[in-house]
């Protein structure tokens, strides 16, 4: 299994946006909890968003919520999280994780993706 956690532009400004996308090779994520996760330098890995593998529904850390949207598009086999008004602070590394049993146990991801850097900065 491989998850491949991508960013097209990984430097934006205050209050911009960016779109990440973690793609599947060689296996279909449909029914399967996607999440994403991100790590600053010197803190400890942060849970933001998962999304249900078998409703759909998704949540979101007190952090991110109302500024990013996570999101499964099942023809590309593709999840994606949608990052709007991005502050210094979301800075960090960022990585997309799976979980096997379609759950969102942010403590029981299977596999991980490459991280894939975000950088906020002015």
């Known amino acids: 299994l491989m998850l491949a956690a991508g960013v097209w532009g990984g430097l934006v400004q205050p209050g911009g946006s960016l779109r990440l996308s973690c793609a599947a090779s060689?296996?279909?994520?449909?029914?399967?909890?996607m999440a994403w996760f991100r790590q600053a330098p010197g803190k400890e890995r942060e849970g933001l968003s998962c999304i249900d593998g078998s409703d759909g529904i998704a949540d979101y850390a007190d952090s991110v919520k109302g500024r990013f949207t996570i999101s499964r598009d099942k023809a590309k086999n593709t999840v994606y999280l949608q990052m709007n008004s991005l502050k210094p602070e979301d800075t960090a590394v960022y990585y997309c994780?799976?979980?096997?049993?379609?759950?969102?146990?942010?403590?029981?991801?299977?596999?991980w993706g490459k991280g894939t850097q975000v950088t906020v900065s002015s």
């Open positions: 060689g296996f279909r994520l449909d029914g399967y909890g």
């Open positions: 994780a799976i979980d096997l049993r379609g759950w969102c146990d942010y403590s029981g991801m299977d596999y």
